[in-house]
């Protein structure tokens, strides 16, 4: 706990136990416990988001968003849960947790209608800390008997810009392997392009805000347009985030995007409810 709130209240800060600090103190200790249990009891869970080719219609792939169930049953946000993970460095245990059962379902997949089926997971930049990183997903998806192209990667922008050497040659080892890697909530950090050109990166997701404000503001359409551009150009497959209306799903095809992902196409759901999906949206 201590170390937590010398983090969140940086070197330069005077500390007051205000209720507000005991508050998240406290969340911060749920949280953990719940983790810690969820690890034990093996009750985390893999909802999958489908990612749809704007070109066709069908699905690309999808994305797998990681579920916490509290003692009620009810989910807890990754966006909760994923920050207190990564303080207490049980985003190592977790990460692992997710890999394995990402390439679990592929291979339960295997001979089905989502046989050829690639799964993008979310990476914490903190997972980049393992110089075994690369050696364990690539041993993961052999020991599956899976192709490395049915797996990918997806980092936020600082966690990929922020990256040293040596966590660069992991994502360029896994790249060169055949794993897909893509910049996740694009346009929200700090990266500049021309370091972009240089990382190794397959795909770019355009952070939904950008959408959401782009149908009522026009330096965000215009930020928009530009990233699409930017994509484009350096060869990259772009992906925008958040369609959740019909005006949004013209806008993104007419703007010329790749792929979209959002609650108009598919809300993440289980795994069990991904092949009544797919054979709905091919009929
Ligand atoms: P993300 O990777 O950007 O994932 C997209 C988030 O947007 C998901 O939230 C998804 O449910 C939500 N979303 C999808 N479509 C729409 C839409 O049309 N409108 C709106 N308003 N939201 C939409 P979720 O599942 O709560 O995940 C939140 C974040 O937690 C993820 O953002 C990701 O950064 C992180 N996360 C999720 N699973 C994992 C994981 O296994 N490992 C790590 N390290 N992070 C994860
Ligand atoms: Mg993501
Ligand atoms: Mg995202
Ligand atoms: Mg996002």
Redesign the pocket.
Known sequence: AAMYQAKETGKNSVCFYTPDINDRLTHYQDITTLLRRAIASDTLQ??F?PQIDLVNGGMDSC?????CFNEHGQAV???DF?PV??KSGL?HR??NW?IEAACRQLKAWQGTALGHMRID????GR?LNNPRLADEILETLQRHGLTTSQLGL?L?ENEVFGSDNGQIRQLERLKRSGVHISI??FGTGYSSLVYLRKLPVCSI?I??SFL?HAMSNDSDMAIMKAMITVGHTLGLTVVV????TEEQDILVKNLGCDLA????YA??RPAAQMPAFLAELNA
């Not at 997971?121 to 914490?124: E, G, K, P, Q």
């Not at 985030?241 to 959740?244: D, K, L, N, S």
């Open positions: 893999l909802y988001q994305e797998a968003l990681l579920r946000s990754p966006a994923i993970a990564e985003i977790i990460g997710v997971i979310n990476l914490s997972q997806e936020t996740d909530d997701k952070d939904r959401h985030e958040g369609v959740e992902q959002g609650f108009l809300t993440p």
